[in-house]
């Protein structure tokens, strides 16, 4: 029942996992946070209980349903223009569409399993908000499984999908997880421009998706050239890898119509842009979130890295 409401609420694919202790992930984390990996991210470090274990998060929690939402764009930026991750291109922020189908799928529960199948005195519905490692309770939702660039891939749709948590009170019938197919492919992580990828573990400080949005800090000299005209975000790792040239196909979802001007500005656009432009033209965009001076920022070290390589020529 549950999976037929998510359905008619447009999500793309739906799965459900008992809610338990992530003991793996958290000696990973651990290792990991220690290491200093995840850069400027102080806040992975914080709540690290409920991060590991969502019953510590609600109280009461006994099931995590997750969503998938499509995002795959049926049309793209010019390769020549400042490159914008495609899970901004849409003019609605993607949180305020995935919060919106959340918070309906928990009313419809709510109706038909009773209030009391979730907290309503803590918060429950979540999407990229709180101490939640969304795509391992994606994995474990039977929803795909995490692949060596760290993110899900789904069978069917590939890695370009938002993900959306409830957390449930109540128990229910559970998927099996699928185990992974990358194998012996090692694409995504040959092709980083700045080896961010190595064993299935993804360093921040390297990452261009970290590097030109989390980092607030002038992006190091050593990686302005590596960008590859990467301003805000960052798909190499995913435009490369195999399953979502088979599985990837564009979303049918008007909520996620994309901004006109990310498609059809040119690199002068761009580059001229003010910030009363930006403000007026992202206004309700997940882009809006980087902020203005950050774009600029990159932009500028886009330039700055073009302006090196001709000297070099």
Request: charged residues 25%.
């Amino acid at each position: 029942m549950i999976k037929q409401i998510a359905h008619s609420l447009g999500f793309d694919a739906f799965g459900i996992a008992k809610a338990d202790e992530l003991t793996d992930d958290a000696r990973f984390m651990e290792s990991w946070l220690k290491s200093g990996q995840h850069g400027e991210m102080d806040y992975l470090a914080r709540n690290f209980e409920k991060r590991i274990d969502p019953r510590k998060l609600v109280t009461g929690c006994k099931s995590v349903v997750v969503v998938l939402m499509n995002y795959f764009p049926s049309q793209k930026q010019d390769v020549s223009v400042p490159q914008i991750a495609k899970y901004s291109y849409s003019e609605t922020d993607y949180h305020t569409v995935m919060k919106a189908k959340l918070n309906e799928l928990d009313k419809q529960i709510c109706a038909i399993y009773g209030s009391e199948s979730v907290n309503n005195h803590q918060q429950h519905i979540f999407v990229d908000s709180a101490p939640v490692l969304e795509r391992r309770w994606a994995e474990r939702a039977g929803l795909g499984w995490i692949g060596k660039h760290t993110q899900l891939i789904h069978p069917g749709l590939g890695s370009y999908t938002y993900i959306g948590i409830l957390l449930l009170n109540i128990e229910t019938e559970y998927d099996t997880p699928i185990p992974s197919r990358c194998g012996t492919c090692n694409r995504c992580i040959d092709a980083c421009p700045t080896k961010a990828l190595k064993n299935g573990s993804l360093d921040a400080r390297r990452c261009i998706s970290y590097l030109t949005i989390e980092n607030k800090k002038d992006i190091p000299v050593e990686f302005q050239s590596q960008l590859s005209n990467c301003v805000l975000g960052c798909d190499i790792c995913a435009d490369i890898c195999p399953w979502n040239k088979k599985w990837a196909k564009h979303h049918a979802h008007n909520e996620l119509k994309p901004i006109p001007q990310i498609i059809d500005w040119q690199y002068n656009d761009w580059k001229n842009v003010t910030e009363a432009d930006f403000k007026f033209t992202f206004c309700h965009s997940a882009i809006l979130r980087a902020g203005f001076n950050k774009l600029k920022r990159n932009i500028e070290n886009v330039n700055l890295s073009e302006a090196k390589s001709d000297l070099l020529k």
